[in-house]
């Protein structure tokens, strides 16, 4: 796997309900190659109101009897998901009901290379509760990863978490990012709601530590189940 990606790609105009439509992925600003195999993304819904489901899957295939996220409530959601490459690259994307969406690419995977990484499972751990440390934060927190209880390896590239909010109010959005690198345009979850939201992310790492930012105060919780490395 390629990992350090953190570029978006909206869906504009918005999706039309009960229509598939591709997203040529090599072609966009994220500087895919043409030759990825399967796309890391992580998946926003701004749904225009209660929305089923919206399922993503690989262009030229058949559509799926899938769902990738639920908005029931109409609430933006977001869920990870890893999603074979179409035909020319591209993804289709269907949703039962009228939405915005984004795209967030943080990695792809592709054939066997000198710069590619290799999946290291770990003992589900838990690099940070908030509640137990500093408290609730608002704006960038910085966690040291590899200096936490966890100890992966130095060689890791990119970390598997699963990233837990609980807001003290609505919270617009938490972004990931590797530490020491500029904050990008994504998100890696949303609760407008103010309810406890959890979601994969997959984070790239520069110097063992990576960095959160929130829109408002909230708890941050990061539980690691594995890592990327050569």
Not at 34 to 58: E, F, H, K, R
């Amino acid at each position: 796997m390629k990992t350090g990606i953190t570029m978006s790609i909206s869906a504009t105009p918005r999706l039309v309900a009960n229509t598939a439509r591709d997203f040529p992925i090599p072609s966009s600003n994220c500087a895919v190659p043409s030759d990825a195999q399967a796309y890391s993304l992580n998946v926003t819904s701004v749904p225009q109101g209660p929305l089923g489901y919206l399922s993503i899957w690989p262009s030229g295939k058949a559509q799926p009897l899938a769902s990738t996220l639920n908005a029931p409530t109409g609430t933006i959601v977001a869920n990870a998901a890893i999603v074979p490459a179409g035909v020319n690259g591209a993804l289709s994307i269907f949703a039962t009901q009228k939405s915005d969406v984004i795209l967030d690419i943080n990695g792809y995977f592709a054939a066997p290379g000198a710069n590619g990484l290799s999946l290291y499972p770990t003992p589900p751990c838990r690099v940070i509760d908030t509640r137990n440390v500093s408290g609730a934060f608002n704006g960038v927190l910085s966690v040291a990863v590899e200096a936490s209880a966890c100890a992966p390896s130095a060689a890791a590239r990119s970390y598997v978490l699963n990233a837990t909010v609980v807001p003290v109010t609505s919270l617009g959005y938490l972004t990931l990012w590797p530490a020491g690198e500029s904050q990008p345009t994504v998100s890696t979850l949303n609760a407008q709601d103010s309810a406890v939201t959890s979601n994969m992310a997959i984070t790239p790492t520069l110097n063992g530590a990576i960095s959160a930012f929130s829109t408002s105060s909230t708890q941050l919780i990061l539980d690691l189940s594995s890592y990327f490395a050569p």
